[in-house]
């Protein structure tokens, strides 16, 4: 069995393509000539990467008449939600022009894989009190261009599914960490700033808004439910991915600063701070749970411990 993933060099991207190998699957990858390959070296020997780009439709259509995946987990995208405000016309383009791109060259390809498209829980957005636990029937509400780009993907992949029969699966994962997030995302940030400190960089450590809530799991057991899904779900649905406990930015760091000896002090970043923001984002997973029988099996300071010494690796 083949299975192709588009954001390989990436941050889950990678996990993903590890724990394919170990379920004996031939692992294809698209990357673009000047990708970085640091998340994949290790086993790099055991890939088959091909040069494509998902804003290139042309290059992904040579792509699925050669490998002829059984499953694609389309996981590439513009993901960093702060950054969407800087550059929503990239977001924009990157995330909704690649999606369609992709499932076009699996149209006119011919071939018939199981797709997993990776949603958003931002695609949820503004959440009301009342709302939570979050259920996939919830309102799309989103704050921010990358929001809005996950709502057209989802949407736009349903469409395929409806319109071509297409095996078109989406998932609105929530925030997930660990090894090999990239350092912008706020955990990354924060656990690299401890390890900066602990080799003796000045113990200050700068954030921006540390209210907010979020529902975290590790990366390690989110791409193995991406697996299940495209094993025993149901083509033309959605499903949360997600732990379903939530903790403030400000818990999140205080675990973390639980695992070092380092005196640190917290010091605000304007920066750092987003137009908008969403309170909380706190998922209800049993739709996901009652299909798959897959439960989170990482602890939060676990993933906290693991990022952290991931970091002290690379300072």
Not at 55 to 69: E, T
Not at 135 to 155: F, H, I, M
Not at 210 to 223: E, F, G, Y
Request: charged fraction near 25%; aromatic fraction near 8%; include cysteine.
């Amino acid at each position: 069995m083949k299975a192709l993933i588009t954001g390989i060099t990436g941050f889950a991207g990678s996990h993903l393509a590890e724990l394919l190998l170990k379920e004996n699957l031939e692992v294809y990858g698209i990357a673009r000539w000047r990708s970085k390959t640091d998340n994949i070296d290790h086993i790099r020997e055991h890939l088959r990467i091909e040069n494509a780009d998902i804003r290139d439709g042309y290059s992904l259509q040579k792509v699925m008449r050669k490998v002829k995946p059984d499953y694609i987990f389309h996981l590439a995208a513009q993901s960093f939600v702060l950054e969407s405000w800087n550059s929503p016309l990239e977001t924009l383009g990157t995330n909704i022009l690649g999606c369609a791109n992709l499932l076009e060259a699996v149209r006119l390809a011919g071939v018939d894989p199981t797709i997993l498209v990776t949603g958003s829980s931002e695609e949820y957005g503004l959440v009301h009190p009342n709302e939570t636990p979050i259920k996939e029937t919830n309102p799309l509400r989103p704050q921010s261009p990358y929001g809005v780009s996950k709502v057209a993907e989802d949407l736009l992949s349903r469409q395929y599914h409806r319109s071509y029969e297409m095996k078109t699966i989406v998932t609105r994962a929530f925030n997930h960490t660990g090894p090999r997030r990239g350092e912008v995302f706020v955990t990354s940030s924060f656990a690299k700033q401890i390890a900066e400190i602990e080799k003796g960089k000045e113990p200050k450590i700068y954030a921006g808004d540390l209210s907010p809530k979020r529902d975290w799991t590790d990366v390690r057991d989110v791409v193995k439910a991406y697996w299940l899904v495209v094993k025993l779900c149901t083509p033309g649905e959605v499903y949360n991915i997600c732990s379903g406990q939530a903790w403030s930015i400000r818990e999140m760091l205080f675990t973390l600063c639980t695992l070092t000896d380092a005196d640190v002090e917290t010091v605000e970043d304007p920066d750092r701070m987003r137009p908008s923001d969403i309170p909380i984002l706190l998922g209800d997973c049993s739709k996901f749970m009652e299909q798959t029988g897959w439960v989170p099996e990482i602890s939060f300071e676990d993933t906290m411990r693991d990022l952290l010494n991931y970091w002290r690796e690379r300072v």
